[in-house]
């Protein structure tokens, strides 16, 4: 739906910085079109997301500013970069803080998008968990509280069951995979904000794209105690974001290295020494793929894969039973990558939401 070819990124500057892969002297944004690439060239695919940035605070000292002060910092660096604002916000840990940043920045926010699909959730009988009570009990009524200290922003609440309902992923699907960068349909309904809500069409067509972006939380950090307290990042985590448009990390970000290098120290003074030394925790590795898996074994079952998270699987199921041709072109590039793909790529256990085996960055000391 949307990727770099569509223009919605203003520069290629903003889109390497969500991460890309080099396979030879091939640079690629797309993981899966990377692995096919390794697989024809044997060069495994390196992951690159930030390096030269990051790499040069390789063995910095203890940042000694506090975490929160940064958290505002990096409000206020937002605020000064862009004319317009909007905030990915769910009223979870991660959204909240940043939402709590600008509240104590005194910095605007122009935009928050609540993302849901409470039409189709309505039909799910009460005794089942809703899919997005993250959005119900936390976000809406937050939002609903008191936004003052941050400018009174426009606030979109969007529900994707409107693109269920009109057979999107049919009408413009088609490689969805190549377009979204992920195996979980639920990315692809959820970026249907950016298509269907008037406000955020005003601004893919109208705006300049350097003056706005869309605000996500980003990942956790992850730390390797075997290796002297190294730091790394893992596609897996990171490449979800390259589905949005014009997308700033608000925590793990280039502009300011000192707010994930200040995680990455936090975390480690708080590790218990008796407990596990290695804490990524997806244990993926860059050296080679699993090699202990049967290159025969499938991961997947007849109605699609069985790596999806359960939220996904939910409104899966939710189409299938109601709209049981709309996941068509999704089925059909499932099934070339299924067919296309060294088995040992597909990770069914070791990441939280199912994906391809994940691909390690180049590492750096964070410790000093």
């Known amino acids: 739906m949307f990727n770099i070819d569509q223009q919605v990124w203003h520069n290629a500057e903003m889109r390497d910085r969500l991460g890309y892969y080099l396979v030879g002297e091939k640079k690629i944004y797309n993981k899966v079109d990377a692995l096919t ?3 024809v060239s044997h060069s495994f695919p390196q992951y690159i997301f930030n390096d030269e940035v990051f790499s040069k605070h390789n063995g910095c000292g203890t940042i000694e500013k506090n975490i929160f002060d940064l958290y505002k910092d990096r409000a206020k660096q937002l605020r000064d970069k ?3 604002i909007v905030l990915s916000y769910s009223g979870g840990s991660d959204s909240d803080t940043i939402l709590k940043a600008f509240q104590e920045a005194d910095v605007p926010i122009d935009v928050i998008l609540l993302i849901h699909g ?3 959730e309505d039909s799910i009988p009460s005794d089942k968990k809703k899919t997005f009570n993250e959005i119900y009990d936390l976000a809406v009524p937050k939002i609903n509280s008191n936004l003052d200290a941050v400018g009174n922003p426009l606030v979109l609440s969007y529900d994707m069951t409107h693109a269920i309902q009109n057979d999107l992923m049919n009408k413009v699907g088609e490689n969805w995979s190549r377009e979204q960068n992920s195996l979980d349909p639920t990315v692809f309904y959820m970026t249907s904000a950016f298509y269907y809500e008037k406000d955020l069409l005003k601004l893919i067509n ?3 794209k350097s003056t706005w972006c869309f605000i996500r939380g980003g990942e956790k950090p992850f730390i390797d105690l075997t290796d002297d307290a190294s730091s790394y990042f893992i596609d897996e985590k990171y490449k979800d974001h390259t589905h949005w448009p014009n997308c700033e990390l608000f925590f793990t970000t280039a502009d300011m290295p000192d707010i994930h290098i200040k995680q990455e120290q936090i975390l480690y003074s708080n590790i218990d020494v008796t407990g596990d030394n290695n804490f990524d925790l997806t244990s993926l590795h860059n050296k080679g793929i699993r090699d202990t898996v049967d290159n025969t074994e499938v991961f997947w079952h007849k109605t699609g894969p069985s790596i999806i998270s359960p939220k996904s699987n939910t409104i899966i199921d939710h189409i299938n039973n109601n709209f049981p041709n709309n996941l068509d072109h999704w089925r059909r ?9 060294d088995k040992r790529w597909f990770d069914n256990k070791e990441t939280v939401h199912g994906g391809t085996v994940g691909i390690k960055s180049r590492g750096y000391r964070f410790n000093g």
């Open 37 to 39: 690439e390794f697989q």
């Open 82 to 84: 862009y004319k317009t």
């Open 118 to 120: 409470k039409q189709f």
């Open 206 to 208: 109208e705006q300049d």
């Open 333 to 341: 590039d499932v099934q070339r990558i299924n067919s296309t793909l």
